[in-house]
């Protein structure tokens, strides 16, 4: 993958752009694991250490985080709880948990932590009742098994559709939550 930079005061951003994204990065079910087949390999073992060696980073898993949105938001889920010693911040926004017949839920269920990474969950209003459902199932599921709400767990249904746009406008706040003042 090529990966590119985007810095924003103290946080460093790697975007991966992809090819075949759905087939590429998605995880599957299968022999009963789940595999996101390369990108696990390609963020943990390539790009996060080739961009702690290039630039001035906090590498721990405190100061890292992982998100994405949409399908990125459910890999983003997938590979933090997978990789907890790498990610412990997770920024999962709109995830299509209707992947896969929502084979995640039974992936979180079977999640044995701690580690609890922190994580920001978040969905639009405008993106269907059947997303706004899914999420919060997700939710409640994350909370039953040891997430605590606003300790190291934030979610929130916004006002906004599934896009770009909507996203971007709530970075701010889940970079206040995920990487707060101190």
Known sequence: PRASLHFHLKYAFAGMHIAQRPRRI???????MWHAIGVAKDMTEELKPWIDEKYRTLPDETNTALGGSSLGGLVSLYLGLEHTATFGKLAVMSPSIWWNHKSILGYVNEYDGPPWPKIWLDVGDGEGRRVH??????????????????VNIHYQ?????HDEAAWAARVGDMLKFLFPAK
């Open 26 to 32: 998605v995880p599957v079910l299968g022999k009963n």
């Open 133 to 150: 459902a899914d999420v919060d199932q997700l939710y409640q599921r994350l909370k039953t098994i040891g997430w605590k709400p606003e």
């Open 157 to 161: 249904l916004a006002p906004a559709e």
